[in-house]
């Protein structure tokens, strides 16, 4: 390439080691920025589809160093110089161009500070431990960890991360560095919420989400984190992990049942969307979809309190199932199998399309009640009770299936407002309009299968006085 000066690049991507193919990789640059090396580099490959974009200094999210990023077939690339941090008191460091070896001992693991020369083809592990710490599963510090915690204290939950992430085990001198009350003052103080919530949110993406709110209890960081102690919320999310162990699920619903489930206390105030919004800074929407799970499963469990896993059972016993029904519509089995049909129909429509993390909240919520009230119980007491507590919520499942209640979420109203207008001249806009149409929609439940004109006789006889 055509550089002022010989240049040795070195990968420095962390999982590169630890995945088959990785997608993002960072290229570690000895004497040249990075947008000059990509240009060139571009330019050499003949790369004429791709463009190099420019990430520039931004110290509040962590970037302290103008990144050069462009993709290269299936990559992505990030360009950068090798430097040295030095902190004077600020979060945000004096950044200068650095040895590899000055790079390698200012990163946060040491596991996270090997490099692979391009040049040399062999991994290179300026600190001494690099290698030794991936073979054994140690998350450690290259420096001392006060003094790494220190330079910035958001490397805790990063060591929580990792951690949890690759299974590793966090060594006796970080966890006592993560109690010292210097380490939490920084912390409290240097830290913004946004990076809070921008770290616990790849712990809550990641391959063992339990593992990392689990860490955080033990290191006594719940208050740090979240604004306060959660509880029943660890034993909850264990308890969902285990339910989902083995089943395929939408990646974005298990990472709001995570929330869900840690920030399950205080429930009934809001309490865990508040910590989202206000301690974690994640976004609004994100928030309130966490919420709803979290009602859902409170309205499962509601459901269970009435009998309705009893009321379920008896009409699976019965044989009763919606999809091709020609019987007698007045039989007193199928009128009570429509009421039940109905308060499922409620709880899946608030639920929406997070109705199914509701679901498994809920079973998770119990699951997690029984172990605390069986602490002394033998083992095989224990598993005769979760066991009929999973039949319960297995007979509700059920339910929902012969009940024809899968996609009810997205049943839409055969009539319309203006429709309804037509039919009902004399309705009134307001509450009033509220009620027939929440009426319309329990008839078109209670009645699968029924058409418009039978929905247009019902309200003209349901609502007589406002046909004129």
Same mark, same amino acid.
């Given at each position: 390439?055509?550089?002022?000066?010989?240049? /040795?690049?070195?990968?420095?991507?962390?999982?590169?080691? @630890?995945?088959?193919?990785?997608?993002?990789?960072?290229?570690?640059?000895?004497?040249?920025?990075?947008?000059?090396?990509?240009?060139?580099?571009?330019?050499?490959?003949?790369?004429?589809?791709?463009?190099?974009?420019?990430?520039?200094?931004?110290?509040?999210?962590?970037?302290?160093?103008?990144?050069?990023?462009?993709?290269?077939? #299936?990559?992505?690339?990030?360009?950068?110089?090798?430097?040295?941090?030095?902190?004077?008191?600020?979060?945000?460091?004096?950044?200068?161009?650095?040895?590899?070896?000055?790079?390698?001992?200012?990163?946060?693991? /040491?596991?996270?500070?090997?490099?692979?020369?391009?040049?040399?083809?062999?991994?290179?592990?300026?600190?001494?431990?690099?290698?030794?710490?991936?073979?054994?599963?140690?998350?450690?510090? &290259?420096?001392? &960890?006060?003094? /790494?915690?220190?330079?910035?204290?958001?490397?805790?939950?990063?060591?929580?991360?990792?951690?949890?992430?690759?299974?590793?085990?966090?060594?006796?001198?970080?966890?006592?560095?993560?109690?010292? %009350?210097?380490?939490?003052?920084?912390?409290?103080?240097?830290?913004?919420?946004?990076?809070?919530?921008? %770290?616990?949110?790849? $712990?809550?993406?990641?391959?063992?989400?339990?593992?990392?709110?689990?860490?955080?209890?033990?290191?006594?960081?719940?208050?740090?984190?979240?604004?306060?102690?959660?509880?029943?919320?660890?034993?909850?999310?264990?308890?969902?992990?285990?339910?989902? %162990?083995?089943?395929?699920?939408?990646?974005?619903?298990?990472?709001?049942?995570?929330?869900?489930?840690?920030?399950?206390?205080?429930?009934? @105030?809001?309490?865990?969307?508040?910590?989202?919004?206000?301690?974690?800074?994640? &976004?609004?929407?994100?928030?309130?979809?966490?919420?709803?799970?979290?009602?859902? #499963?409170?309205?499962?469990?509601?459901?269970?309190?009435?009998?309705?896993?009893?009321?379920?059972?008896?009409?699976?016993?019965?044989?009763?199932?919606?999809?091709?029904?020609?019987?007698?519509?007045?039989?007193?089995?199928?009128?009570?199998?429509?009421?039940?049909?109905?308060?499922?129909?409620?709880?899946?429509?608030?639920?929406?399309?997070?109705?199914?993390?509701?679901?498994?909240?809920?079973?998770?919520?119990?699951?997690?009640?029984?172990?605390?009230?069986?602490?002394?119980?033998?083992?095989?007491?224990? %598993?005769?009770?979760?066991?009929?507590?999973?039949?319960?919520?297995?007979?509700?499942?059920?339910?929902?299936?012969?009940?024809?209640?899968?996609?009810?979420?997205?049943?839409?109203?055969?009539?319309?407002?203006?429709?309804?207008?037509?039919?009902?001249?004399?309705?009134?806009?307001?509450?009033?309009?509220?009620?027939?149409?929440?009426?319309?929609?329990?008839?078109? $439940?209670?009645?699968?299968?029924?058409?418009?004109?039978?929905?247009?006789?019902?309200?003209?006889?349901?609502?007589? #006085?406002?046909?004129?």
């Amino acid at each position: 390439l055509p550089l002022p000066s010989p240049v /040795t690049s070195r990968l420095s991507h962390r999982p590169s080691l @630890t995945q088959a193919s990785p997608v993002d990789i960072d290229i570690a640059l000895s004497s040249v920025l990075g947008v000059t090396f990509a240009s060139n580099f571009k330019e050499l490959a003949g790369a004429t589809s791709s463009r190099v974009g420019v990430v520039g200094l931004n110290p509040e999210k962590s970037k302290h160093l103008e990144t050069a990023t462009m993709t290269f077939g #299936s990559f992505y690339l990030d360009f950068v110089n090798l430097r040295t941090d030095t902190y004077t008191g600020s979060r945000i460091p004096d950044v200068k161009f650095g040895s590899p070896r000055e790079d390698a001992f200012r990163r946060d693991l /040491t596991i996270n500070s090997l490099f692979f020369n391009l040049e040399s083809m062999e991994v290179e592990d300026y600190t001494g431990m690099g290698l030794r710490d991936l073979r054994d599963g140690i998350i450690r510090t &290259p420096l001392s &960890p006060v003094e /790494t915690l220190l330079d910035d204290p958001l490397r805790v939950l990063r060591a929580v991360r990792f951690a949890s992430r690759l299974r590793f085990e966090i060594c006796r001198e970080l966890r006592e560095a993560v109690g010292e %009350e210097e380490v939490r003052k920084a912390l409290r103080e240097k830290v913004s919420r946004e990076r809070f919530g921008r %770290e616990l949110d790849l $712990i809550m993406s990641s391959d063992d989400p339990v593992g990392g709110v689990r860490l955080i209890v033990n290191l006594n960081l719940e208050e740090s984190v979240f604004g306060r102690r959660i509880g029943r919320g660890e034993s909850v999310l264990q308890k969902a992990w285990e339910v989902l %162990e083995n089943e395929e699920w939408q990646e974005e619903g298990r990472r709001r049942l995570w929330y869900a489930s840690a920030l399950v206390e205080g429930t009934e @105030t809001q309490d865990g969307k508040n910590v989202m919004k206000d301690m974690l800074k994640l &976004p609004g929407k994100e928030a309130e979809k966490v919420h709803i799970i979290q009602q859902t #499963s409170k309205k499962f469990l509601e459901l269970l309190e009435q009998g309705g896993d009893v009321i379920a059972t008896a009409l699976l016993m019965d044989g009763v199932k919606v999809e091709g029904f020609e019987g007698d519509r007045t039989d007193p089995i199928w009128k009570e199998a429509m009421e039940m049909r109905f308060r499922l129909a409620q709880i899946l429509r608030y639920g929406g399309s997070s109705w199914r993390d509701g679901f498994v909240l809920a079973t998770a919520e119990r699951l997690a009640a029984l172990d605390l009230h069986l602490t002394d119980e033998s083992l095989e007491t224990r %598993e005769d009770e979760e066991n009929a507590e999973m039949q319960r919520f297995e007979a509700l499942q059920a339910a929902i299936v012969e009940l024809d209640l899968t996609n009810v979420a997205k049943l839409q109203p055969l009539l319309n407002g203006e429709e309804v207008k037509r039919i009902l001249p004399g309705l009134p806009r307001g509450p009033g309009f509220r009620t027939v149409l929440d009426g319309q929609m329990k008839f078109m $439940i209670m009645n699968p299968g029924v058409g418009r004109e039978e929905v247009e006789g019902w309200m003209k006889e349901e609502f007589e #006085s406002f046909k004129y």
